[in-house]
């Protein structure tokens, strides 16, 4: 039934920014190297991802946008241990039911590609042959168009292209071996900007500005003896040079990009009792552990993570922050 589909799928996408989310973490699982992305009026007219990865096959491109299509989960087992970010077959096929999605892709050794529409879960026609170079680039125009409210409420607020710009960046420092654009739909200068490089700093400094990488601080913690079993943690947190009114926190665990609300409010405290004239802080950090451990499914935008072990984890994470500031405050 169209209207159950179309709440449900308003439920994953929930604005712009979630859709430009699941289209990225799509390019990245296909292994690309580059990944473009293009936005009008906020995405709300047009969000376009252009990727070089290794596409998809023309045999999977008719059932590429029914729910529950996945190439990345075969068995319930799997589930235990995702590696890939997308496992749920379910973000291609809500933003059909939302917006218009073509896609135009290549599979390696093709001389050509395909280009195929999409709309409420089915494809449109046939795919039709195309040029192309290399991977895919997704099309979603006219967001929302059948949700007359949530298109409303969007237009008011203008600041999704700046989430969008936000979101790109967080990506942009965590996998410094992709490079990532950002731009508005016909501008000639893009927003984010970052060249693959090995250091992570280096694109720190690209992507947020020397102000912010000059007052960094590494953060590493590890441990593989306790009750939390392999954990590691690598990151930077600012000194208190650093000047800004809000947190910024950037968290990947295993490599996903999520929100952790408890750990952040962890580190906030410590921040402001080891260095109480310093303003809030600027937190990049990358936590890996048994993908057992790590609960991603609690909600289809699969933002906020649960972990095994948390409390532990926090207190590890606060003794290692804490000290570190000392010592830089020294
Ligand atoms: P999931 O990522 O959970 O598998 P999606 O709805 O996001 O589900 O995507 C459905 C499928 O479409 C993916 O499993 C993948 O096979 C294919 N796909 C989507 N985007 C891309 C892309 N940029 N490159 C290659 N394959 C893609
Ligand atoms: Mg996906």
Redesign the pocket.
Known sequence: DSVVNRIAAGEVIQRPVSAVK??V???L??GSTSVNVAVKDGGLKLIQVS?D????RYE?LPI?CERH????LSKYEDLLSIKS?????????SMTYVGHVMVT?ITKGQLHGYRASYRDGVMENEPKACAAVK??Q?MVENLFYNMIARRKTLQNSSDDYTKIVDLLSRFAIHYTNVSFSCRKHGASRSDVHSIATSSRMDSIRTVYGVSVARNLIKIEASDNDSSTSLFAMDGFISNSNYVAKKTTMVLFINDRLVECSALKRAIEIVYAATLPKASKPFIYMSIVLPPEHVDVNVHPTKREVSLLNLEVIIEKIQSVVESKLRDSDE
């Open positions: 699941e289209l973490e799509n390019s699982d296909a990727d990865g290794h596409g998809i999977d590429l299509t996945t190439s990345k970010m997308g496992f749920r077959g379910e973000a291609l096929a892709t991977g895919t997704i």
